[in-house]
Nanobody, 125 residues
Framework: QVQLVESGGGLVQAGASLRLSCVAS????????MGWFRQAPGKEREFVAG????????RYTDSVKGRFTISRDNAKNTVYLQMNSLKPEDTAVYYC??????????????????WGQGTQVTVST
């Protein structure tokens, strides 16, 4: 079992930056692929960014490429999502998720076994 806890969300103006953190307990993250998803009101949960257990392969949805960066610190059992140049359309609840190690980076929610409770990100104009 893996327990995931996100933090770092908040209310910011367009153009600002936020860094989300996802701390894991129970198992080491170095044996999991990790992903960040988001869900806006009335919309389905969508893939934002992910990496493989080696942390050498990453993938991003097109709308965040060049603005968001996923990274991890295995010593701290923590995954991060650095979000720069935020836009109002980035407003959503952001979730981190852990899935079985493997290639390639998985982009569908059902490929992930463990989820955090989510953290709200609101970007105002």
């Amino acid at each position: 079992q893996v327990q995931l806890v996100e933090s770092g969300g908040g209310l910011v103006q367009a153009g600002a930056s936020l860094r989300l953190s996802c701390v894991a307990s129970g198992r080491t993250l170095s044996t999991y692929n990790m992903g960040w998803f988001r869900q806006a009101p009335g919309k389905e949960r969508e893939f934002v960014a992910g990496d493989t257990f080696t942390a050498r392969t990453t993938r991003y949805t097109d709308s965040v490429k060049g603005r968001f960066t996923i990274s991890r610190d295995n010593a701290k059992n923590t995954v991060y999502l650095q979000m720069n140049s935020l836009k109002p359309e980035d407003t959503a609840v952001y979730y981190c998720a852990a899935g079985l190690a493997g290639f390639p980076v998985r982009t569908i929610p059902t490929a992930y076994n463990y989820w955090g409770q989510g953290t709200q990100v609101t970007v105002s104009t």
